[in-house]
């Protein structure tokens, strides 16, 4: 009580004379309490429109479509999972054009998305070249090979409890590692085409695929191995039957990691020389001329490839691992 | 007095001989380690002398040289600059380039730093690693704060923030620099003196860390704040503890562990960043920049170093969150 500003002891016991300041304070609080966020989103709104007309524009079509979306995700209708997200996705995408449109920003700085698309429809085949060279020959075929190896050698070197212990610290140590370092390296080795790209990514998802499959060949517990033992089951029937489908979540996270990963890997080896084909080098290229639309095409290129490729494999795992706690629905 | 002694004795000291069964475990965690090391370096060894043999023989052959096996081995493993540099030559040069060079030197009567010392470089990364590790530490739990109280926001931005993990960082690097150096806010601040030229190079360096390490957090930091079960929140509500309450009292304090387990990871990732953005934009000092250099003029063992020294800034960084990490959960109380 005593810390009560001046403002508060000496203007509110002033209203407070008589009950109608607590009945009206009450009545209207409890039915009208939803109307205070909106009041200050209006109150926001005016007083940009006040400093800066542009800045009013830009509020006024932020707090639209997140009053939608507030209401459609706090009544829980069917589908909001979905719609919410691609609304505040289409309103990012208006407000940067509405920014780009109303502040006039040199498209050497930052192109507007109509720009964007504009770009991207009108150079498709060397996009989709980019892409092939990129994503499908480098990533790709990386991404397979590294994967691959990592989960072989987690089988190598399952019988050897020794072996874990020594691989499991040092994987780790490893896959904390700036191993996109070694990119100038592999490029001298392999050149300037796709195999030195698959040779970075290899090296990236190794390791953090290796400690993921290691620790997934290991959540079997005693009493699920002990009934495998009193069926007698061999080594080969107990990894094929109970510890490599009871591996796949820890499998398919390490896989989903490394879908990052590749893509980054292969870009990135690009900067260190390649042919003249590839999103990497198409991005250094037409920084030099400035031509910002289409480095942004290659971007849009570069994470919807990127998303459709972690979307196939979390897809896949929806499939496969179904009766995982972690893929329940509701 | 005895119970006390007896109340403090650990596990280990009830052994026989105390000492051996503390030595068995010791041996347990590190002698694995230790192998799996020495058969990498092993194979590290003999890599370099596999690749490394071509130059040597195609050496020996213009000359007119024969050369006994031993010769050959003993040339493969110290090249100047060879395919692939052993480890002794790695650590030769990462010793002299450390301590074998002055940090600083005079240069136009100013001291300044000295570009051949690789603690320079590891210092022009580092910088730029920790500030982008701030800012993105700072963005992922003001994020996560309002994912985990706001519904609409939950399922609007989080899944956008999954979606932009999936964009190559190094694509949006110089994107980044042209947008900082073009902005006239800071322009006017490097006119007025208000910041350096030097902060300007690290700005873009440390926003595409940021970029890279606030999304471990947000992860943590989501799954953290959701971790109080049920019964803990009712406790909260019986006691009628406001949301603001409720944060600062429960929510907060169970969230600590997982968020030192997010900010681990994302130290790393906030390094990997700093390094890869300094590959697109010229950057003529750190140890990306000292990557470019190397791979430029076909200096391995000038590579390999920096590429050991990032290891080493990676590892001491992780180290050292671990230790606050165990700092504050004593602290805390948690075992």
């Not at chain 1, 499991?168 to 896959?175: D, L, T």
């Not at chain 1, 953090?208 to 029937?237: E, F, S």
């Not at chain 2, 050959?72 to 052993?86: G, S």
């Not at chain 2, 320079?120 to 003001?142: K, R, S």
Request: with cysteine.
């Amino acid at each position: 009580m005593a810390r009560r500003s001046r403002w508060r002891v000496s203007i509110l016991p002033a209203l407070r004379r008589g009950p109608w300041y607590e009945y009206v304070r009450h009545r209207w609080l409890r039915s009208n309490r939803w109307l205070v966020p909106p009041v200050i989103r209006a109150a926001i709104v005016g007083l940009a429109f006040l400093a800066d007309w542009r800045l009013g524009v830009f509020f006024l079509v932020w707090f639209a479509p997140w009053a939608v979306n507030a209401a459609l995700s706090d009544r829980r209708t069917i589908g909001a999972g979905v719609v919410v997200p691609m609304i505040f996705g289409v309103t990012l995408l208006g407000l940067w054009e509405l920014v780009v449109q109303l502040y006039e920003i040199s498209p050497i700085i930052l192109p507007a998305p109509s720009a964007i698309w504009a770009r991207i429809t009108g150079a498709t085949d060397i996009l989709w070249a980019d892409f092939r060279q990129t994503v499908l020959k480098g990533a790709l075929a990386g991404y397979v090979i590294g994967c691959g190896a990592a989960f072989l050698t987690a089988l190598a070197v399952d019988r050897s409890g020794f072996l874990q212990r020594g691989l499991v610290p040092v994987g780790n140590f490893m896959a904390a590692l700036p191993i996109v370092g070694t990119a100038p390296i592999l490029v001298m080795w392999f050149g300037f085409g796709w195999p030195s790209k698959a040779a970075v990514v290899v090296a990236m998802v190794f390791f953090p695929m290796l400690v993921n499959c290691i620790q997934g060949l290991k959540v079997t517990d005693q009493t699920q191995r002990d009934l495998m033992h009193t069926y007698a089951a061999r080594y080969d029937q107990i990894l094929l039957k109970l510890r490599l489908p009871a591996a796949m979540p820890f499998v398919f996270n390490g896989l989903k990691v490394c879908t990052t990963l590749a893509l980054i890997g292969a870009i990135v080896a690009e900067f260190f020389g390649s042919p003249t084909v590839g999103m990497g080098f198409r991005i250094k290229i037409e920084m030099g001329r400035l031509s910002m639309d289409m480095v942004w095409a290659e971007i849009a290129v570069a994470a919807l490839g990127g998303s459709g490729f972690y979307g196939l494999v979390a897809f896949i795992e929806r499939r496969m691992t179904f009766w995982h706690p972690s893929q329940r629905q509701g | 007095m005895s119970d006390l002694a007896a109340f403090s004795r650990s596990p280990a000291e009830g052994d026989a001989r105390p000492l051996a069964s503390v030595l068995r475990r010791v041996a347990s965690v590190t002698l694995p380690v230790f192998t799996v090391v020495a058969v990498i370096v092993l194979i590290w060894y003999l890599a370099a002398a596999g690749m490394n043999r071509a130059w040597t023989l195609d050496q020996a052959g213009r000359r007119g040289l024969e050369l006994t096996v031993g010769e050959v081995i003993a040339d493969t493993l110290n090249q100047d600059r060879p395919v692939l540099p052993t480890p002794h030559q790695v650590f030769t040069e990462l010793w002299n380039t450390t301590l074998g060079e002055p940090v600083m030197r005079e240069r136009r009567g100013e001291l300044q730093g000295n570009p051949r010392n690789l603690v320079f470089h590891a210092y022009h990364t580092l910088a730029p690693t920790l500030m982008g590790f701030l800012i993105g530490t700072f963005l992922g739990v003001l994020l996560a704060v309002g994912i985990v109280h706001n519904r609409a926001m939950s399922m609007s931005v989080m899944p956008w923030a999954i979606a932009s993990q999936t964009i190559p960082i190094l694509a949006i690097a110089p994107i980044i620099v042209v947008v900082v150096s073009n902005l006239p806010a800071l322009n006017a601040a490097v006119d007025n003196g208000m910041i350096s030229e030097e902060m300007i190079l690290s700005i873009p360096k440390a926003l595409i860390s940021s970029y890279l390490s606030f999304f471990p957090v947000v992860v943590g930091m989501v799954a953290g704040l959701r971790s109080p079960n049920a019964t803990d929140l009712d406790l909260m509500r019986t006691y009628a503890a406001s949301r603001y309450q409720t944060f600062w009292k429960l929510r907060l304090p169970a969230s600590i562990p997982f968020l030192f387990t997010s900010l681990k990871v994302s130290i790393a990732a906030a390094l990997v960043g700093t390094i890869v953005a300094e590959l697109p934009t010229g950057a003529r000092f750190g140890l990306g920049a000292r990557l470019l250099t190397g791979s430029y003029y076909g200096q391995t063992i000038q590579i390999w170093s920096a590429l050991f020294m990032s290891a080493i800034c990676a590892a001491t960084l992780v180290v050292m969150l671990g230790v606050i990490e165990k700092l504050v959960l004593k602290r805390m109380g948690q075992p």
